[in-house]
């Protein structure tokens, strides 16, 4: 369905697309990208904190959105924008610190949609949620 992005091309479209928004305020990084799967870095921080002092969980929430968004928009052409209609998360452990890394995987990828699960790990790779969205696909005009 798409063509193949190479990491030097999609370190360079994410950065410029997050650059002063909201996936940037968060920290992402994209670690891969490719048709049908991604990986997402969030570094957790104090200021990600809810008040007992763990990760909020509408910044587990974004992360699992953005992974599945940033394996989404990889899986068609360019020029092809994604956008979230609907999610489902479960909360499974709480986090207070390190890097969590966040893995989506394609269920379908159609013509107007497309319909992914995504798992977010800890450090020591257990799992903190999962999560299951369905992204709109906008064809370029």
């Known amino acids: 369905m798409a063509r193949s992005w190479t990491r030097e091309e999609v370190e360079r479209v994410f950065q410029a697309r997050w650059q002063g ?3 940037d305020l968060l920290g992402f990084e994209v670690l891969e990208a490719e048709e049908g799967f991604a990986r997402v870095a969030m570094p ?9 002092g763990i990760i909020h969980g509408g910044a587990l929430a974004s992360l699992a959105d953005t992974v599945g968004g940033v394996g989404s928009y990889v ?4 020029g092809t924008e994604v956008v979230t209609v609907e999610m489902k998360i479960n909360f499974v452990r709480p986090v ?10 394609a269920l379908h990828l159609g013509r107007k949609t497309s319909v992914w699960e995504m798992r977010i790990v800890d450090d020591a790779e257990k799992l ?3 999560a299951s969205a369905t992204y709109m696909v906008i064809k370029e005009a």
Do not use: M, R
């Not at 207070?96 to 995987?105: F, M, N, S, V, Y």
């Open 128 to 130: 903190v949620c999962f």
């Open 75 to 78: 899986s068609y052409p360019v």
């Open 21 to 23: 928004n909201f996936n």
């Open 44 to 52: 957790v921080e104090p200021k990600l904190h809810q008040p007992f």
């Open 96 to 105: 207070k610190e390190g890097t969590l890394i966040g893995e989506a995987k």
